[in-house]
């Protein structure tokens, strides 16, 4: 990149743009100044030379916890519509599954999920292994 070119851009956004944002300062260049750069390259530029401030960075979309030290701690239920039988039927599917060990502690197939559905799976899984802590 030659100097001249760095030095016109700079100067532009000091002397005149320096209230707008990268990317109307950008298009600003492209429209009026036929300056042709990437809106990577003019963000780095003004960046490095102190012109705007770095974008914060981004935390960790969905952060990974723990998995709970023993089984029944916590229970997941999870329901899912789709046609699981390739026609035109739908159904959906529950499934109550542990938390510490990914077991499958039931699973079922009913034609719509509902609270009765729910506590139906709830009430097999309470029977077949005891009380749980959370869901």
């Known amino acids: 990149m030659p100097l001249a070119q760095v030095e016109q851009v700079l100067g532009l956004y000091r002397e005149k743009y320096f209230d707008l944002n990268v990317r109307h300062f950008h298009e600003k260049l492209r429209e009026e100044h036929q300056v042709e750069l990437s809106y990577t390259w003019v963000k780095l530029a003004l960046q490095g030379a102190g012109l705007v401030q770095r974008g914060r960075k981004r935390g960790v979309h969905r952060k990974r916890r723990p998995r709970r030290a023993l089984p029944g701690m916590l229970l997941h239920i999870d329901g899912s519509r789709h046609r699981w039988f390739q026609d035109e039927r739908w159904y959906d599917r ?9 077991e499958i502690y039931y699973a079922q197939l009913v034609e719509e999920e509902s609270t009765v559905t729910v506590m139906a799976g709830l009430q097999e899984v309470i ?3 005891g009380v749980f802590c959370a869901l």
């Open 94 to 102: 529950i499934v109550i599954l542990d938390d510490a060990s990914s």
């Open 127 to 129: 029977q077949e292994k």
